[in-house]
């Protein structure tokens, strides 16, 4: 079975220039996030998508992070314009569902690196 | 306080050893828990679940103490093949504010580093 497939797998920019991450979950899933982990930490929601729509984006700085998912399956995630401390690895995962409030295991992807000059 | 915290080590142990590692939460809605395994430079992986009764997988166990809130895994026998970030995490059942699906919500403790030497 196809694992989640991000890319690119590494970004390097400049501060203030825009960059975008792909992610595709695994077939079936419906449930798919995205978030950042800063060295030493352990991983950051930034948002998390039902199908198509946004169950929870309260950590996302709207400001200048922007993800969507317009067809239920394959997701970006866009920074613009993108800050010094936004070097981390962005991850994505997918899940099945479970609407009775508890939450099915996570499948990573290998992540993004970014890092940012 | 942190949702979900841990002892960020990193634990030096020699093969063999018996190590453990804790993690406490803050949110007492916490309905389930589960450790997950991240080695250098890879992407988290599902460990294992963590029962109220506690559980058992091979050389781990795991284990809930909901009165105190916090959660446990032992790693019996230590192989150089345990080295990695060990990470705790927490789910907490939402609401979403569109449509009043219930969901859960995953929150990571930062993560506790093992290393297990010859």
């Known amino acids: 079975e196809a694992g989640v497939a991000q890319s690119p797998r590494y970004k390097i920019i400049e501060k203030r220039q825009s960059v975008a991450f792909w992610c595709n979950p695994i077939s079936g899933h419906a449930t798919l996030y995205w978030y950042q982990q800063i060295l030493g930490q352990g991983p950051k929601l930034l948002i998390q998508?039902?199908?198509?729509?946004?169950?929870?984006d309260s950590q996302l700085p709207k400001d200048r992070f922007s993800a969507e998912r317009l067809k239920g399956v394959d997701s970006t995630l866009k920074i613009q314009p993108a800050k010094l401390e936004d070097s981390a690895v962005y991850l994505c995962a997918s899940s099945l569902t479970d609407t009775s409030g508890r939450a099915n295991e996570q499948f990573f992807g290998p992540g993004t690196r970014l890092t940012v000059l | 306080r942190k949702e979900v915290e841990q002892d960020p080590g990193p634990f030096n142990v020699p093969e063999g050893a018996t190590v453990a590692f804790n993690c406490t939460y803050s949110?007492?809605?916490?309905?389930?828990f589960f450790w997950y395994r991240q080695d250098c430079r890879k992407e988290p992986k599902l460990l294992m679940s963590?029962?109220?009764s506690g559980n058992e997988d091979g050389r781990f166990t795991a284990q809930l103490n909901r009165a105190s809130q916090y959660i446990s895994l032992l790693i019996r026998d230590s192989k150089l093949s345990d080295s990695a970030t060990y990470l705790c995490?927490?789910?907490?059942?939402?609401?979403?504010?569109?449509?009043?699906?219930?969901?859960?919500?995953?929150?990571f403790g930062q993560g506790t580093i093992l290393t297990v030497h010859p």
């Open positions: 949110n007492s809605a916490s309905q389930s």
């Open positions: 963590v029962y109220s």
């Open positions: 995490v927490v789910n907490i059942p939402m609401i979403a504010s569109a449509g009043g699906t219930s969901y859960g919500k995953l929150t």
């Open positions: 998508f039902q199908n198509n729509g946004v169950v929870d």
